[in-house]
């Protein structure tokens, strides 16, 4: 088998993609094979290229710096201490979260890639200060919690505060549609990441419960004052560094679940949209109908991302490049039933902000869909490249934090204060 595979590669020595799929098939045989072949091989460029990659992947798992391990710890203690501020100042609990979701989870996050992608300080302060601005306006707001536009304020701000993190992930390339794509991959692994430590951390707590309630001791009053109020904001702080510093370690975990689910969720749709036919259901007039939908329109251009960042140019999967058409193209009619309803509510019973902002976002997300919708079909016939169909996703990042921003600052004004 040994000599079979050095002659294999003797044979591929000049074909980078044959050499890399002989490597995935069996990483330890093709190590030891290559070792084998290094005096009749050596100084070619290829010899060079995996000599100096697999001493590279050799090395083991590298864990995180000191750094980030500080940065951890005191990100951690800075988020934990704001979500304890009610507790200890008296204030209403859900709230003082209500409004500063963003700043527990996002602010420390702005910083880290700050300090990684090494931002100068005043790019650093010109970041900071939409934050600032945002954490006074929004305590600020003189609306009851339960109004419409408090809701939709706290709703869209946090998209807001996720594009300033967007802005510093990319640094100076923040036009860059490659760095914008990398960065919704980024949040796409790190979304795998807080699921597994979340799923780590309630296993974890169910034992130490457990074990504690076997000599008499509750020690839950302690978890919750104490450790969730903490634990709850390190979970996405230690998921950012972890799948920054070690990107490795879930890479392939999100590009694989939008593969397994692009057909069951295709299935879905169809069935949904023969179900709206043929069942005489009215969706016009449910308003959860017209959230679901946007949330699931999201979902769709989330699968095409992760679907397309793993698509090799070399062996074009015509099924599930098809799939990935036919589910644009099913969301596209889906969301303009969405736009119909929609409109049809506006006429029949008046404008308000919730509708304004459910129509502001369902135009940005079925233009989206429109705009994918025709470089993902000439890559099915090998007329674009995956690129296109990122750079068209990552187009409208822009729009969506522009909308986000005028619903969460704005509708205040427009609807209820200067009315």
């Known amino acids: 088998m040994s000599e079979s595979l050095q002659n294999t590669i003797l044979d591929h020595l000049e074909d980078p993609h044959q050499l890399e799929v002989l490597y ?7 190590r030891k094979a290559f070792s ?41 203690l800075i988020s934990g201490t704001i979500a304890k501020l009610p507790q200890w100042m008296l204030w209403e609990e859900d709230v003082f979260i209500q409004k500063n979701f963003s700043f527990i989870f996002f602010e420390m996050l ?3 890639f700050a300090w990684k992608e090494k931002l100068s300080f005043k790019t650093g302060v010109l970041l900071l200060v939409p934050f600032v601005i945002s954490a006074l306006f929004v305590n600020w707001l003189p609306l009851d919690y339960k109004n419409d536009l408090f809701i939709l ?36 692994d790190m979304l795998v990441m807080i699921a597994v430590l979340g ?13 504690f309630e076997l000599i008499g001791i509750n020690i839950q009053p302690f ?12 979970i996405p702080i230690f998921a950012a560094v972890m799948v920054r510093q070690i990107p490795e370690l879930v890479g392939r975990v999100s590009p694989l679940i939008a593969k397994l689910f692009s057909p069951l969720v295709f299935i879905t749709l169809l069935v949904f949209l023969i179900s709206i036919l043929i069942s005489g259901n009215d969706p016009y007039n449910d308003r959860n109908f017209l959230m679901v939908l946007n949330a699931m329109l999201i979902g769709v251009m989330a699968i095409i991302l992760f679907s397309i960042s793993e698509f090799n140019p070399k062996s ?19 969301n303009g039933i969405a736009l119909s309803a929609i ?64 619903v969460a600052f704005l509708f205040p004004f427009i609807f209820e204060i200067l009315v």
């Open 110 to 112: 702005l910083y880290y």
């Open 316 to 334: 074009i999967h015509v099924w599930s490049l098809s799939i990935l058409v036919g589910l644009a193209f099913l969301a596209v009619l889906i």
């Open 153 to 188: 304020t706290c709703i869209h701000l946090p998209i807001v505060m996720w594009s300033l993190v967007g802005i510093a992930f990319t640094g100076a390339l923040y036009t860059s549609p490659r760095k914008r794509i990398e960065f919704l991959k980024f949040n796409g």
């Open 199 to 211: 799923l780590a951390a309630g296993l974890f707590s169910a034992l130490t419960f457990g074990l």
């Open 36 to 76: 084998a072949l290094d005096q009749k091989i050596s100084g070619t460029a290829a010899a060079r290229f995996w000599k100096e990659r697999l001493a590279y992947e050799s090395d083991g798992f590298n864990f995180l710096s000191s750094g980030d391990l500080i940065f951890i710890a005191v990100a951690v």
């Open 24 to 30: 995935r098939q069996d990483k330890s045989a093709f």
């Open 223 to 234: 978890f919750e004052y104490v450790l969730v109020v903490w634990g709850l904001p390190a």
């Open 343 to 406: 409109i049809y509510r506006l006429s029949q019973y008046g404008l308000t902000p919730n509708r304004l902002a459910v129509l502001g976002s369902n135009i940005l997300i079925i233009a989206n869909l429109i705009s994918v919708m025709w470089p993902l079909t000439g890559l099915l016939f090998g007329k674009k490249q995956k690129e296109d169909v990122e750079r068209r996703i990552s187009l409208f990042l822009t729009y969506y934090a522009i909308w986000a921003a005028v």
